[in-house]
């Protein structure tokens, strides 16, 4: 085997997954349903695989162990099966370190799996093309997946039950349309639950999940013609329409699942209200208490401003569309 380094970047879905379907064996990870996002420029995962006497994973400068190194180390074996060689996976040194947000709360399982799957691919020197290692990063992370293409990328759930056809590709480079995210901290509390439980959560018990597996394919189509069209008011409708019905069927589980807190509701309303002011602005929330603004890049400054003055938000990030992962074999 070589050494390898590969550096992916995060994305954050503006057509959102929530729920997996059943798959044999379970570990394939096939979401219910597709999704749509935006991968993010400097927010990112350096990751390297190289040889070493026994097999080692360290994140950020520090040993990591249990079931944070468990998952790392599987996925390797995941790739090395997946290559096709013979015999056992060489003992491997895997470092990462993620450029994320100080503040946190941004998660790292996207950039993280991507940079994981490329850097272990190379190091394994196994070739199958983006798409093909796309699907093999989607079973460490679902949202993974996606950070395999910089700009807007689309997952399809797929319909085959090997997931092979579940996999995502580029809708529209970074270059296509100069839009910011801005990230705006709010304050956290205990996280509620961690997706994959969530997801399982929602499934087995929100009497919306049916629901919301049904009208995603609509939301999917209608945001890809927005993109295409760069329509931001329309494709800012559509993201804040998967949000809050992610978030309602996350709420109508048993027990119920709220990721947010006051802040996040006073920084949505603050959006809506500097909308009404003529900065256009469109929110969307993952599995936590922050929330991610989309807008143009001629408002994205003044947006920041006005957002960082809503009580309890520490912090707002301004980013852009970031570009495809990269690959160095040594
Ligand atoms: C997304 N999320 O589309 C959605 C929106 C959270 C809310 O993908 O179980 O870490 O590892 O496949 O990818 C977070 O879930 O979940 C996620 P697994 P993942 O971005």
Redesign the pocket.
Known sequence: MKSARAVAHTNI?LV???GKRESSPADL?LPAVG?LSLTLDRLRSETTVAPADQDSFHLNQEPASGEVAAKVLRHLDRVWQAAGHAGARPTCEVRSHNYLPTAAGL?S??SGFAALTLAAAAAFEYDPGRPALSALARRG????ARSLWGGFVRLDRGVLPDGSDCRAYPLQPQSFWDVRLLIVHTEKGPKAIG??AG?QRSRDTSPYYGPWVDTSEADLAAAEAALAARDLPVLGDILEHSCFK?HACMMASRPPIVYWRGATLDVIHAVWRLRAEGLRGYVTS??GPHVKVLCAEDQAEELAVRLRAVPGVHAVDVVGPGPDPTVEVS
């Open positions: 879905a959102k997954y929530w990870n999704s998660a399982s996207a992370s679902g949202s993974a997706s994959t997801m992610m993952d599995a």
